[in-house]
């Protein structure tokens, strides 16, 4: 299975601690995406980090790849009220031979910043 | 236009009924998804269509029924529904690589889903 899991499954915060999320998954990968939910609404892409990346930046966003331990991580420095949401990574596998591949979500992670 | 737009936003039917359940997109992506979240899980790739032919399906049961009309619009059909479908149902789109290979290197975009319940 391609399905990432993330860990922790949640996580609670002051607001302006940062937040650390992980995910690991199980096989070699083209991309590794992160998306933002809020309940029970649809998802908000954030970051993407491609296979030869190691690390890349967008605004508090911090997103780290490591393709020999098959896992990345999340950082949400500083964080709001806003961020309470869930957090997925999203992982797409090469090729198969059939040319098509999909993108599989990990279990998710759970924030709640606390004003 | 970035958005993608779902209807209706909730949904109850019982399990005789027929309805379907509408997604549309004017971003120009040519490839677009149904997911499927049951609540606390991660979404669940259903079905993906690609230049409006049905690419993958994920062994999904025949009571739903995708359709994708033209480039902006794609449908899922509901007939026959158990209570077990009762999910947020997601509707995604992305650009799509030139050629014929689909490579889901982009971000998806997100509709903000249609909450089923079936009685």
């Known amino acids: 299975s391609q399905q990432g899991e993330e860990d922790p499954q949640a996580l609670s915060i002051q607001e302006g601690e940062n937040a650390t999320m992980n995910c690991s998954y199980k096989?070699?990968?083209?991309?590794l995406q992160w998306y933002r939910q809020n309940s029970g609404r649809g998802l908000v892409h954030l970051i993407l980090i491609r296979s030869n990346e190691r690390e890349k930046h967008s605004g508090r966003l911090r997103v780290t790849l490591d393709t020999s331990k098959k896992s990345s991580s999340l950082l949400i420095t500083a964080s709001r009220a806003a961020d309470t949401a869930s957090y997925f990574c999203?992982?797409?596998?090469?090729?198969?031979?059939?040319?098509?591949?999909?993108?599989?979500f990990g279990t998710g992670t759970k924030l709640q910043v606390i004003p | 236009d970035t958005e993608v737009t779902q209807t209706p936003k909730h949904l109850v039917m019982g399990m005789t009924n027929k309805k379907s359940l509408k997604c549309e997109q004017h971003?120009?992506?040519?490839?677009m998804y149904w997911y499927k979240q049951k609540a606390k899980k991660p979404p669940e790739l259903m079905f993906v269509y690609s230049y409006e032919k049905l690419s993958i399906n994920e062994s999904v049961p025949s009571r739903f029924s995708p359709e994708c009309p033209n480039s902006s619009l794609l449908n899922l059909h509901l007939h026959a529904l158990q209570p077990e479908d009762s999910a947020l149902y997601l509707c995604a789109s992305s650009p799509l690589a030139s050629g014929v290979t689909l490579i889901p290197y982009n971000e998806q975009f997100f509709g903000p889903g249609t909450r089923l319940t079936v009685l």
């Open positions: 999203a992982t797409d596998a090469p090729l198969n031979s059939g040319g098509y591949q999909k993108v599989t």
């Open positions: 096989t070699s990968i083209n991309n």
């Open positions: 971003m120009g992506h040519r490839a």
